[in-house]
């Protein structure tokens, strides 16, 4: 199949597992065309089955904001003419799927039909797709789409309650790369960060408000007084500097390193005891997936599309949004002795295990060939 991706480039959820997603398809011979602004943080490699489309975005004086969506659109119309494109996958709906929409009808009108399939991911339709200025454009490209996925039976439960959407939503679930998120021999490291032979745990996100980042540092400041322990706070974001002023006022600058974005995040996660993810909302949870495929068990919120991923007492704990108090009970209970860490950790790679690309990936497949096939016969 020759399949157009759009995504957002970034280190955010949505754009690595559209990154991950297309390079796999690549490697099983099917011709993938990314679509954005700048190439993807995971495009990484060179294939002969992957190309990248950079979207050039208009500087006219006029527009006081730069017209991306008009932008897209056409490169999606002239991709999709020049490259014959069977399906276009467009991931986030904002703005992707009312581009696609518009961009579907621009090509229709040259007597060409290339069906669209939608992922929601998350805040997508969680936050900022429920906001009154987006919701009926948002609701409208949606009911559009030839095909609907969500990322978590929670946030197809969430699009039906909060959208007038009439579409069957197929739920496809996130998926891993075993063979890079993996444990690392990275014992050496381990030993500079922790020469004392302290628990060692992680935190990855982008700083947003909605990953309660300082909850992180609550759990960990009570988790300290208790076990010698470290925290390694990955990632950048608005809150990077409201956090860090706490980590002073509670005294803890010596026990957290901020190492800031990283790439090769399986290298850190290899040395790490436990992950933290309090979030306010979560789809899926894919820095939780990563941390378990390195054998890290997670402390998480119950929130979102979390229970689906971290079982309760198996690979770790959820407990209620803001539960500093019961995050830390829990994550004492895994790293009180080695025996019950261990046990935890071989639990979590065997649930991370069931996200493995090689499972995830037929179902896409099989999603795309179901829906060409479904257009086909409409046309």
């Known amino acids: 199949m020759k399949i157009g991706i759009v995504c957002y480039p970034t280190f955010g959820g949505s754009g690595v597992v559209a990154t991950e997603l297309g390079k796999a398809l690549a490697a099983k011979g099917h011709r993938i065309h990314f679509i954005t602004y700048s190439q993807p943080v995971r495009l990484d490699i060179f294939s002969e089955n992957i190309s990248y489309h950079e979207v050039k975005i208009s500087n006219y004086p006029l527009f006081e904001y730069a017209p991306y969506e008009s932008a897209l659109t056409s490169m999606l119309v002239d991709v999709a003419m020049h490259e014959g494109l069977d399906i276009l996958h467009v991931h986030y709906a904002i703005p992707h799927a009312s581009v696609a929409y518009l961009a579907k009808q621009i090509l229709i009108s040259k007597g060409i039909y290339i069906p669209v399939v939608t992922t929601l991911h998350g805040t997508d339709i969680t936050l900022v797709g429920r906001d009154s200025s987006y919701e009926p454009v948002v609701t409208f490209a949606i009911n559009q789409s030839d095909g609907v996925t969500a990322v978590s039976q929670s946030l197809k439960n969430d699009t039906y309650a909060n959208f007038h959407v009439c579409k069957d939503i197929e739920v496809i679930y996130n998926f891993i790369d075993l063979k890079r998120f993996s444990k690392k021999p990275k014992d050496h490291f381990k030993r500079a960060i922790v020469p004392g032979g302290e628990r060692l745990l992680v935190h990855t996100s982008n700083f947003r408000k909605v990953k309660r980042v300082e909850d992180v540092i609550h759990v960990f400041e009570k988790v300290n007084r208790v076990i010698p322990s470290k925290l390694l706070m990955i990632g950048d974001g608005d809150e990077r500097v409201a956090i ?136």
């Not at 998480?300 to 108090?325: F, I, Q, R």
Request: a negative charge.
């Open 244 to 379: 860090e002023k706490l980590c002073r006022d509670l005294n803890l600058c010596d026990d957290v390193r901020f190492l800031g974005k990283q790439d090769a995040i399986e290298e850190i996660l290899s040395v790490c005891d436990l992950f933290i993810m309090p979030s306010a909302s979560e789809s899926f949870g894919l820095a939780a997936l990563e941390a378990m495929a390195c054998q890290v068990p997670v402390i998480s919120s119950d929130a979102g599309g979390m229970p689906e991923l971290n079982v309760h007492g198996v690979t770790g704990y959820l407990s209620k949004v803001g539960d500093v108090d019961d995050m830390a009970r829990n994550a004492l209970k895994i790293l009180k002795d080695d025996n019950t860490l261990n046990q935890f950790k071989h639990n979590a790679l065997k649930r991370a295990s069931e996200f493995d690309i090689n499972r995830i990936l037929p179902l896409y497949e099989a999603y795309y060939s179901k829906i060409i096939q479904s257009v086909k016969a409409e046309v």
